[in-house]
């Protein structure tokens, strides 16, 4: 029986990935969906999760593609009646938002899917596998897009809590967890704010392995022409890069070919979902939003021109 699912927060992305994913995908049945200003053609549509939730009591999961900062309470108002939930990221708009959601999926025995989509990038698995028994001497991060082309018009990622340029870095910081094989910490950030917002729009982290290794990170959200999103990692017995946010990987300059299989992020988040929602568990790790409070905890701030959004 395929998992009937309402989608909360109809914007860029629901419309570029969510809903065309969920659509291929035979073990789930888009539903409804719940936003304020949008709809879906063909499904039941609603102004608010609770809404949603309280008219169509049959629903056994919902996805949320908000910005950060109305996933708690949605979130909340789901695993309470009873359905699974799958969270965007970044998870929540604060760190604690997070563990409370994920003791209240496990209090209502439901799953709680919250998901780093960098993560399943087709090169990431194999740069994991790859990485593990080599000793790592540095690394650079580099995620520099152009917002006006990844967010046009979109002015809550410069309110507070709108995370400024870490909406995006936060998916460096998500492949880097996922492959290393220790721990990282914040060691260092510079933060530059445009005058007139809230979040800033480049960050510099040196970030500091347990073994006390340093790797770099240079987000930024002014890049024109070239859009990179890059991770380059160097051992003592090689390196790699992972490009195109973790789609593409190279060892010592040479591409590996990645299985067909893992081509797609959201069809394959999806998949997952659909296996955590059977074997009735949930998958959280806040580790990269972690790293990102604490670089607005540590961070050296820099005022900027300012942003046009
Ligand atoms: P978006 O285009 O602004 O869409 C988000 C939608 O959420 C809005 O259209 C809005 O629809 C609804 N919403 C509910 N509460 C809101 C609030 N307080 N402020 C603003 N909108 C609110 O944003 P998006 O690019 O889809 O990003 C949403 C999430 O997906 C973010 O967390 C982002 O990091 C993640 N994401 C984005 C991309 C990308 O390329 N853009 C890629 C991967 C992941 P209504 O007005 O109808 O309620």
Not at 73 to 81: I, K, S, Y
Not at 88 to 93: G, I, T
Not at 272 to 286: H, Y
């Amino acid at each position: 029986m395929a998992l009937k699912l309402g989608l909360v927060g109809i914007g860029k992305i629901a419309r570029d990935q969510h809903i065309p994913a969920l659509v291929a995908d035979p073990r789930f049945e888009l539903v409804a969906c719940a936003s304020r200003n949008a709809r879906v053609e063909g499904v039941a549509s609603f102004a608010s999760v609770e809404a949603m939730l309280a008219e169509m009591p049959a629903l056994d999961a919902i996805s949320i593609c908000t910005p950060p900062n109305a996933h708690f309470e949605a979130a909340l108002a789901a695993l309470r009646a009873g359905k699974h939930v799958m969270l965007e990221k970044p998870p929540a708009a604060t760190t604690r938002q997070i563990a409370l959601l994920q003791a209240e999926a496990a209090r209502h025995g439901r799953t709680l899917f919250q998901t780093w989509h960098s993560r399943f990038g087709a090169g990431v698995d194999a740069a994991r596998d790859w990485l593990r028994g080599r000793t790592l001497t540095g690394g650079t991060i580099t995620w520099k897009e152009d917002v006006y082309e990844w967010h046009p018009g979109q002015q809550w990622i410069w309110d507070a809590g709108g995370l400024g340029v870490f909406d995006p870095g936060i998916n460096a910081l998500s492949v880097l967890t996922e492959v290393l094989a220790e721990e990282a910490f914040v060691h260092k950030a510079v933060l530059e704010f445009p005058e007139n917002q809230q979040a800033p729009i480049a960050a510099h982290l040196d970030l500091r392995t347990e073994a006390g290794v340093t790797v770099k990170a240079e987000f930024d959200f002014r890049q024109k022409g070239e859009q990179i999103w890059d991770v380059e990692l160097v051992t003592t017995t090689g390196r790699l890069r992972l490009s195109q946010g973790g789609g593409v990987l190279e060892i010592d300059g040479r591409p590996v070919a990645a299985d067909a299989a893992l081509a797609g992020e959201y069809p394959r988040l999806y998949a997952r979902f659909a296996e955590l929602c059977a074997a009735g568990q949930s998958e959280v790790d806040w580790r990269p939003f972690q790293l990102v409070a604490d670089a607005f905890l540590i961070g050296e701030r820099r005022t900027v021109a300012p942003h046009q959004v």
